[in-house]
């Protein structure tokens, strides 16, 4: 695995990893990590993406995401969390290229019903097989 040279990280990572490193050597054996530094590595992680973020400060990878999902800040690569925008709308209709298609249904009995669409057509097609097989 890559490990990320120094000047690869930027500035708030690097100073992040500061407070990270001073913390781990003046801290008690088993102590956990202080809620200041994981709101730090939250706030990081929203900006850089958890990856870049976990192995620059040193931090559990599954651990950080854990906590960055109860915060519901999204995971971003770059850029902050809130520029993002909360929905988008996509057109349907450039979706689908008109073309055509054919559905065949078989029975036991060796009945076939065939069906030809072309264009857009959408049928029902669980009422239509239903109507097919359930015929007494």
Not at 37 to 53: E, P, V
Not at 56 to 74: G, I, M
Not at 106 to 127: C, W
Request: with cysteine; hydrophobic share 45%; proline share 4%.
């Amino acid at each position: 695995m890559r490990r990320w040279k120094q000047q690869e990280i930027s500035a708030d990572l690097s100073r992040a990893a500061s407070r990270f490193a001073q913390w781990r050597q003046s801290r008690a054996r088993g102590a956990r990590i202080p809620a200041s530094l994981w709101d730090l590595a939250i706030k990081l992680a929203g900006q850089h993406g958890l990856s870049r973020t976990a192995t620059a400060l040193a931090l559990d990878y599954y651990a950080l995401k854990k906590r960055l999902a109860a915060q519901s800040l999204p995971v971003v690569g770059a850029g902050k969390p809130d520029s993002q925008p909360a929905f988008v709308e996509l057109a349907s209709s450039g979706w689908t290229a008109p073309g055509q298609c054919l559905i065949e249904f078989a029975n036991a009995a060796g009945a076939t019903l065939r069906v030809y669409l072309s264009g857009d057509q959408v049928p029902d097609l669980m009422a239509l097989g239903r109507s097919f097989w359930d015929v007494r």
